[in-house]
């Protein structure tokens, strides 16, 4: 992944010094290089700050249709996985690629079907092409919004749109930032248009699929498109990872990745897949993670951080994150640790879990939902607002030191065969029971995907099962530093979205220093 940062319609205050520093606020999620394109006769400029995981010698952005011409400019944060079947199949040599980007059949696809194409792509992004033919462009963001997106127009019209916040910021102080939504576009008209819609975002009853399909069966369908969606994310030209917390959906996404490395899919850096964990000293997590390590024999890396050095973090997390909900600051602390210490060691991509709670109603507190329609529901609603937390917190935190994250369990095909699986399939006695009997002995002929202690492990937060120790001294430490008399005006300073603890007030004023008047862009996450 990257950082995008682009204007249609610059004012005279800026230059092009000026706005390669608006680039450069996001310089730490492109790290390995920076392009910029100024056309001063129409006040378009176009940046990208670049981490090179694919085409790593001949990759770099933005990208033109011709290097010559330059009709058409696109800076791209993300990957596209069908690329090769695009080119040969949808594009058969009807175009001359410039580039070894997965990205470039973005710019063939816009000139060939217009905005139709979007629906072609199977990967996540966000990008900004300008078509310079008819001085107009196209903004997208990827359906579930796994990469973050933001813009914002001014009182002349011109529009700005960014990877993060704070390049936006250094645009313009005045302007108001909104949140790009998931699975929209925009154009020359600056009206946001949906183009993703599958029946289950649009909340089209409860889930039918499946009323007469055995159990074996949808556990086959579950096992293979998972596995086919972690394959495509060993799409890498760089040394990778897994995330390993040692609950049920990272071991998933590590056990089949370890799997497929063996079988001989992207061996360029052995044959064993490295895994990463981090905790407080005595952590669950630290112990099941060393369990499936282990099992699946990968080069483990077990880390510790202390309780001082997580509550040092939490300015500079708030600082990326650009967030003020409570739980995702306390996910996130251990996760930005960790990723530092990933990148020091020379990896530049992991596979992680996210979205599986979501898509399988794996919260606890689903255990307690009235109905099947209200746990689809429930289901729907949290996997449209992934966005705000958990795609943020993971691509935040490993993206604030040049580390892709990748999240197989949000492949488009994965979703529209798991949210149509009936709540009594997801919820049997045990949260997201169908995706563990998909991998249990019973269903794959005798392979043991994990130990059974691990795949049938009940749920535990991120934040929890770094040490239990963690949250209480978030806590206690936030309780210190607000005082009674600050607190107690909580609903004037912060009438939208108004902290209701002083952990949450604490969050809120930092983020305030950093973003002012930017509250609109972040939500609080309410079970």
Known sequence: MCGIFAVFGYNKSHTRDTLLKCSKTIRHRGPDWNGIYINDETKVCVCHERLSIVGVNKGAQPIYDCPFNKNYVLTVNGEIYNHTGIRDIVLQDRYDFTTDSDCEVILPLYREFGTKFLNMLDGV??????DATENTFLIARDPIGVNPLYYAVDLDGGVCVASEIKAIREWSRTVDIKIFPPGHFMTRNLELKRY???KW????????????VSEEAICQKIRESLTKSVEKRLMADVPFG????GGLDSSLTSSIASKLVKEGKNRNWGSHVH????????APDLLFARKVANHLQTIHHEFHFTVEEGIDAIRDVIHHLETYDVTTIRASTPMFLLSRKIKAMGIKMVLSGEGADEIYGGYLYFHKAPSDEIFHQECCKRVKNLHYFDCLRA???????????RVPFLDKEFLNISMP???DQKMNKIEKYILRKAFDPSMT?????LPHEVLWRQKEQFSDGVGYNWIDSLVKDCDEKVNDEDFSKADDRFPHNTPKTKEAFYYRTIFEEYYPNCEMVSEFWVP
């Open 445 to 449: 002929d005798g392979e043991a995907y």
């Open 125 to 130: 992004f966000s990008f900004a092409l300008y």
């Open 275 to 282: 895994s990463f964990s981090i905790g407080l000293e005595g």
């Open 421 to 423: 699986i009936r709540p």
């Open 395 to 405: 691509n935040k935190s490993t993206m604030a030191w040049g580390l892709e994250v």
């Open 242 to 245: 897994v995330l390993l917390s």
């Open 196 to 198: 993703y819609n599958p």
């Open 201 to 212: 975002l649009l909340g089209e009853g409860i889930p039918k699929y499946n009323m007469e």
